[in-house]
């Protein structure tokens, strides 16, 4: 795909540019409510929570609440604020780096690691149902053409989740 040079883009083209961008809210809008309310009323646990037991999910060691909030890009207060909630809910338990004393480590206890297991389950399904009109070719494809959106000069995409 060809760079464009935005001095040369039409009024259409503008307009085209705009909706896109509504059209991206759209989807947002459209997935991100029922996930979190089948999420909460199935598991009792919302998005964000979920987010953050799916990070610690891929590190059995834990992370760091610096890494934590890095990978979910959100402010290392925000990050404290949930963990701490999961941590009343015990599904998370943090302690202490025992490589930097000045930092913690926060990982999932078993009943969080059974309760994302559940959760996941729930977001898969409710995502399947809102894609269901897609085929993988489909899926492939706006993946890629997203994605496109977001690569920086020099090719790097700017996302973590692959």
Avoid at 68 to 78: E, H, M, P, T
Wanted: proline share 3%.
């Amino acid at each position: 795909m060809m760079a464009r040079d935005p001095a040369q883009d039409t009024s259409d083209y503008r307009k085209d540019e705009t909706r896109l961008w509504l059209s991206v809210l759209d989807v947002y809008n459209y997935i991100y409510p029922e996930v979190n309310r089948q999420l909460k009323e199935r598991t009792g646990i919302s998005v964000s929570k979920f987010d953050v037991l799916a990070q610690l999910d891929r590190y059995p060691d834990g992370l760091s609440m610096g890494e934590l909030s890095a990978r979910l890009k959100v402010s290392n207060g925000n990050v404290s604020g949930l963990v701490n909630r999961l941590r009343k809910d015990e599904l998370v338990d943090k302690s202490m780096s025992a490589d930097d004393r000045r930092s913690f480590v926060a990982v999932l206890t078993p009943a969080g690691r059974q309760r994302f297991k559940e959760a996941a389950a729930i977001h898969a399904d409710v995502l399947a149902k809102c894609f269901l009109h897609l085929d993988a070719e489909n899926l492939a494809e706006t993946i890629a053409m997203l994605k496109s959106i977001i690569k920086k000069p020099g090719g790097k995409v700017h996302t973590d989740h692959g």
